[in-house]
Nanobody
Framework: QVQLVESGGGLVQAGGSLRLSCAAS????????MSWHRQAPGKQRELVAV???????NYADSAKDRFTISRDNAKNTVYLQMNSLKSEETGVYYC???????????????WGQGTQVTVSS
């Protein structure tokens, strides 16, 4: 089994910054795609940023130029640096990973439990 554990959420004023982390552990052979998603109150979960194992990145239009996704493959960890935060970006942030496990030998999708980010206006 694989576990994803997020950290770094909290309360911040509009215009402030936060850095989220998500560490994967367990029976991991390799991790393909890792990404961050946000679920605002009463809304569906949406993609914020994604990064491949080679470091290629893509962002939601709202996150471009303010957010930076990165990863440390040696630590099986993905980060999301969020700058100039807006009140509408309040929500629960979830980490996702596409993982090739050792036992059983297969690919599977994993989600973290989420970390709350609250941006006060």
């Amino acid at each position: 089994q694989v576990q994803l554990v997020e950290s770094g959420g909290g309360l911040v004023q509009a215009g402030g910054s936060l850095r989220l982390s998500c560490a994967a552990s367990g029976s991991i052979f390799s991790i393909n795609v890792m990404s961050w998603h946000r679920q605002a109150p009463g809304k569906q979960r949406e993609l914020v940023a994604v990064i491949t194992s080679r470091g290629n990145t893509n962002y939601a239009d709202s996150a471009k130029d303010r957010f930076t996704i990165s990863r440390d493959n040696a630590k099986n960890t993905v980060y999301l640096q969020m700058n100039s935060l807006k009140s509408e970006e309040t929500g629960v942030y979830y980490c996702y990973a596409r993982v090739a496990t050792i036992a059983p030998a297969c690919f599977d999708d994993y989600w973290g439990q989420g970390t709350q980010v609250t941006v006060s206006s």
